[in-house]
Structure formats: structure tokens, C-alpha cells
């Protein structure tokens, strides 16, 4: 005894050991571990891969910045920092962090409310959740948001995102428009008749270059084309057409200092829900880019280390003045397409964005507004994966309620309110489904198991006595299947002496499921009906025992096969015993049950 004591005392020390050391690996950045086995080769393909995606990050930065209510020079800081961040911190190997679509939305509507120091203390606390989410290794959990969900409100952010661009690219020359979307359209339809067609010739012009480039060349991106060809345009033309600098004045070329925003309370309680939506579309977006990229270059991420590292990447960029960070799905697909493979690549990209800011922001003043909403015009089609959309508007019905809810709700109202209220419908229509799986039946006599099955525990094999009646429940038995069970339970007009309770099909059961048990026990202790199980599987076992329902059935009135439960009944009934057959499913064992 005291060698297996000693033994198993090894055995745990090393359990425990491995334990923490996975758990060490797993909260490694990919930076540190593929940094001492990068050769020369790599990293001259990094460093190329991240100039040109710095290069390719810059429109879209900038862009981002605007459209979600701030000024062009926090999306170049929130690019800087939060791409630094992401790839020295994170759990990707070619990972590209930054702003993205995802938070136009969101971001325009705090502005809007809370201003400016809302917008800090919102991303610093969803900064908080990412990291505790990390940590809790959330990560793989994340992936399990139901995909209609994703897809519902990633095409209506697209709508919301095209429809905040008409302004810059037919000219109407608006200064406040309105965040709702259908009060937005009224807006535009009341001006249709003040289009500056210089704005909307230069729009259409990048549109038409972002379009077509790629026939000329791969490795310039169109949307860098379409910035320098309708800038040079405008102002060689001298056309009427309002730029950057003419709305927004000189961007600064001066790294910001750190602010640190003014909070109370009440602010903070009222920023809990649009911070958590901040967190949760971080969080997806991150982990659907690295999903993407391991299946480009035959690797895997980390989950939990890359929320960790978008954490710190959410609560430093808002104290520069940067909005919200997550990766970046076409910056990482365009740092794998030009070679990129570690993540200096990323962190040589957000050096890239730097020193352009510094060298040459003052040029970007020039830049046309027109084209920088054209670039958001292709990024709010390529969101919007409509193919994607259209093929599950033929999937079940309820995928369908639940993306189409998510998708009228991001539009209308809020994308916080349509990410809770789609979560919500896609679990209660899950539980439905799940509900109508499960099946509980009376299969004596009238309700037969198939008279094809070759099964030897079939019922049709069994002669079952007079005054037993068998039931049989296939499916998880949970708080769903709950009120089946109990429905069909008083289907039977003459109550039996016996009721054998099949499980054999039961994975699993809940506390309601438990409950139900409980109750129909209860119910026929006072009828006088002696209640059966049959082939409890593990966990039903393990939870009947915990809750104590075990012992008010008794362990002689539970059993692994329908044979030991018949030859019970036959034992209660005064009735001879009956031989079970050769092949027969194995019964409980006590051990187990204790």
C-alpha cells in the first residue's frame, strides 16, 4: 500500500508538472518561442511582407479612423501600436492587428454619446474583459458563437459601414449625420439634389482603379493606386473636392503622449454593455483571422495567448488616443500572400506606419475624401460576404430567423442589442431543437422497437409480464425534454405495478431532467408503482448520485440492461426468472454506482 502511494504521489507531481508547463507554452507569445530559429531567408521575407503591409494598412487606417467619428491620425495610431502589440504579444505567427469595420458602428455610436473619454475608458475596459477571457483560456470557448450569428452581424455592419460613406462620396458636404441608419437615408434622400459631382466622379474613379488594379498588379494593392491617382487628380485639377486637411486641418506628426481618461460610476456601468461588445467582436475577429491564417500556412495559434495579447493591445492604444484593435483578416492574408511567416513581419508593418506618419503625414492632408470612402465602399462589399449570406438563407429554418434577427437588428438599432438578442434566439432555437431529438415513448406493446433491428435487447426479443410497462427516452434529457417526459408519462390510462425506465439512449441529463425523475418516482411511490432504470450510462449515473435520487430509487432497482430490469419485475410480480441471452448489455456495476 504505501509503494502505491508513493507511486501515484509521482504520477501527480508529474501530472501537475506537465500541467503548468503546457500551461506556461500555452501563454508564450509565438515572437519568443520562433524567434531563435528564424534564419536570414525568413527574415528578409518579413521585413518585406511588413513594409508592404504597412504600406496597404495606411488608407485603411486612416479610413477607419474617420469613419468611426475620431480623427485620421487616431486609426495611424491605433494601427501602430495596436499591430506592435498583437504581433509581439500574440499568439499568431502572421497575425496583423489594427482597426477594422467590425468597430466603425460601435465606435461612432459611443462618440456620439459618451464622446471622446467614453471611447477611452470603453476600449480600456474591454482591453480588462479580453485579458480575463485569455486567462480563463476563453479562447476555444469563442469559437463556438453560432455561425449565423457572426454572419448576421458582420453583413449588417457592412450595410452600416456603406451607408456612412454616401455623404463623403456624393458630396453633400453634411457635418452632422446621424448615427440611426433609417434616419440617415432620409437625410440623403432630403439632399439628392446637392450632389457635387466633382466628389462623386473622384469616388467613382477610385472605385473603378480599386476594381481593376489587380489586372495590372498583385503586389501594389488598389487602394494605395486609387489614393495617389484621384489625389494627384484633385489637385492638379484643382477640382472642388474636400480632403482630409480641409475637414480635419493638419495631422500631427508627433507621437501622442498618454491620457488618461476621467471616469466615475455611473459612466462606467453605462459603458459595461458596449465595452463587452467591444470585447466579443475583438475577440471573434481575432480568432476567425488566425482561424484563416492557420488554414493558409498550415499552422496553429494560440487562442488564449492572442485574446491576451489584444487585451493589452485595447488598453494601450485609447491612452495614446487610438480606437479599438482586433487582427485584421485582409492585412494578414496579404502579409502571408508576400511571404510574411513570423510575427516581425507585423511588428516591422506597425514601424512601417510609423515612420510614414512621421516622415510623410503631412502629405496625407491631401489625401480626398471621396476616395477614402470608395476604399470603405470595397471593404464594406468584401465584409459583407453575400455569397455567404445567400447560401444560409437556404439552411434550416431557425439559422435563418436567427441571422436575418441579427442582421435587421445590427442595421436598425445597435449592434450591441443585436449581438445579446441574436446569442439569445440562437440558444433558445437550439434547446427547441434539442428538445424535439429527444424522444420518450412507451415502447410496450402498442410502441414497438423495429421489427428489422437486429439488436438482441430489442423489446420484440423480450417477453414482458403483465402489469410492466417499458418507456424509453433517446436523447439528452434536459430541462427541454422535460416537459415531453412528463406529457407522455400520463398518455397511459391504466397505471402499471412496474414502470421500467429505459436510458440506454440517454448521454446525459440535467437537474430539470433529474427533477422530472424525481417527481414521477414521488408520484408513483404514492400510486404504489415500483420504478425501474435501465442502462444508465455514466454521467446520468454519476448525477443521479450526487442529487440523491439514487438512493430513494435504490441501487436494486437500477440496472445496466433491460434483461436484469425484466427479471426485477418478474421478481416483484412473484413471477420465475427468465435467463438473459449470450449477447446482452453489461450490467451496472455497485463499485461504480458508489
Not at 40 to 45: A, E, G, K, P, Y
Not at 396 to 418: E, K, Q, W, Y
Request: hydrophobic share 50%.
Amino acid at each position: 500500500m504505501l509503494l502505491k502511494v508513493r507511486y501515484r504521489s509521482k504520477v501527480n507531481y508529474d501530472y501537475q508538472f506537465r500541467t503548468e508547463e503546457l500551461k506556461e507554452a500555452m501563454f508564450t507569445p509565438k515572437f519568443f518561442t520562433l524567434l531563435p530559429r528564424m534564419n536570414r531567408s525568413q527574415i528578409i521575407n518579413d521585413i518585406s511582407a511588413g513594409v508592404l503591409v504597412g504600406i496597404v494598412a495606411l488608407p485603411l487606417a486612416i479610413a477607419f479612423g474617420i469613419a468611426s467619428g475620431v480623427s485620421p491620425e487616431k486609426g495611424l495610431i491605433t494601427a501602430i501600436i495596436g499591430g506592435f502589440l498583437v504581433s509581439f504579444l500574440g499568439g499568431s505567427r502572421v497575425q496583423i492587428g489594427g482597426p477594422t469595420g467590425a468597430f466603425i458602428v460601435i465606435v461612432y455610436g459611443i462618440v456620439q454619446q459618451y464622446g471622446i473619454n467614453g471611447l477611452i475608458l470603453a476600449t480600456l475596459m474591454a482591453g480588462v474583459i479580453l485579458m480575463i477571457m485569455g486567462f480563463a483560456q476563453f479562447g476555444s470557448v469563442i469559437k463556438f458563437i453560432p455561425y449565423p450569428v457572426v454572419v448576421g452581424f458582420t453583413a449588417g455592419i457592412a450595410v452600416v459601414i456603406f451607408s456612412s460613406q454616401i455623404n463623403d462620396l456624393f458630396g453633400f458636404g453634411l457635418t452632422q449625420v446621424p448615427a440611426d441608419f433609417i434616419e440617415k437615408w432620409l437625410l440623403y434622400a432630403g439632399h439628392l439634389t446637392e450632389i457635387n459631382y466633382g466628389s462623386l466622379a473622384i469616388g467613382l474613379l477610385a472605385l473603378l482603379i480599386i476594381q481593376l488594379w489587380p489586372r495590372v498588379s498583385k503586389k501594389i494593392p488598389g487602394s494605395i493606386m486609387a489614393i495617389i491617382i484621384t489625389t494627384a487628380a484633385v489637385q492638379g485639377f484643382g477640382l472642388n473636392v474636400e480632403t482630409i486637411g480641409s475637414r480635419f486641418g493638419e495631422i500631427s506628426a508627433a507621437f501622442p503622449t498618454p491620457v488618461f481618461p476621467t471616469f466615475d460610476y455611473e459612466t462606467i456601468k453605462n459603458l459595461i454593455a458596449p465595452a463587452t461588445t467591444i470585447a466579443m467582436l475583438s475577440a471573434i475577429e481575432a480568432l476567425l483571422s488566425a482561424v484563416v491564417a492557420d488554414g493558409m500556412i498550415g499552422a496553429r495559434h494560440k487562442s488564449n495567448m492572442e485574446l491576451v495579447a489584444n487585451g493589452v493591445a485595447n488598453i494601450v492604444s485609447p491612452l495614446f488616443g487610438g480606437i479599438p484593435v482586433t487582427g485584421a483578416i485582409a492585412r494578414t492574408a496579404t502579409n502571408i500572400r508576400n511571404g510574411g511567416r513570423t510575427p516581425l513581419a507585423g511588428i516591422v508593418h506597425a514601424l512601417t506606419l510609423l515612420l510614414i506618419m512621421m516622415l510623410f503625414g503631412q502629405w496625407a492632408i491631401l489625401i480626398p475624401m471621396p476616395a477614402l470612402a470608395a476604399v470603405l465602399v470595397i471593404v464594406s462589399i468584401n465584409m459583407s460576404e453575400y455569397h455567404t449570406f445567400k447560401r444560409l438563407l437556404k439552411s434550416p429554418r431557425s439559422d435563418v430567423i436567427v441571422m436575418l434577427t441579427t442582421f435587421g437588428l445590427t442595421v436598425i438599432f445597435d449592434l450591441t442589442i443585436a449581438i445579446e438578442i441574436g446569442m439569445i434566439l440562437a440558444v433558445i432555437l437550439f434547446i427547441r431543437r434539442m428538445a424535439n431529438v429527444t424522444n420518450v415513448s412507451i415502447i410496450t406493446r402498442e410502441f414497438r422497437d423495429s421489427d428489422e433491428s437486429p439488436d438482441a435487447n430489442a423489446i420484440e426479443n423480450k417477453t414482458i409480464p403483465d402489469g410492466v410497462e417499458v418507456y424509453e427516452i433517446s436523447g439528452p434529457f434536459f430541462f427541454g425534454a422535460a416537459t415531453k417526459f412528463k406529457e407522455v408519462m400520463h398518455q397511459v390510462e391504466k397505471p402499471p405495478k412496474i414502470m421500467i425506465l429505459r436510458m440506454r439512449n440517454v448521454p446525459a441529463i440535467d437537474a430539470t431532467g433529474i427533477n422530472s425523475l424525481s417527481e414521477i418516482h414521488r408520484s408513483n411511490k404514492k400510486d404504489g408503482i415500483h420504478l425501474l432504470l435501465s442502462g444508465v450510462h455514466t454521467q446520468p449515473l454519476y448525477a443521479l448520485t450526487q442529487y440523491g435520487l439514487l438512493d430513494e430509487i435504490g441501487l436494486e432497482n437500477i440496472f445496466g440492461n433491460i434483461d436484469d430490469s425484466l427479471d426485477r419485475a418478474r421478481e416483484l410480480l412473484g413471477l420465475p426468472k427468465q435467463g438473459r441471452p449470450a449477447d446482452f448489455e453489461p450490467s451496472v456495476k455497485r463499485e461504480m454506482i458508489v
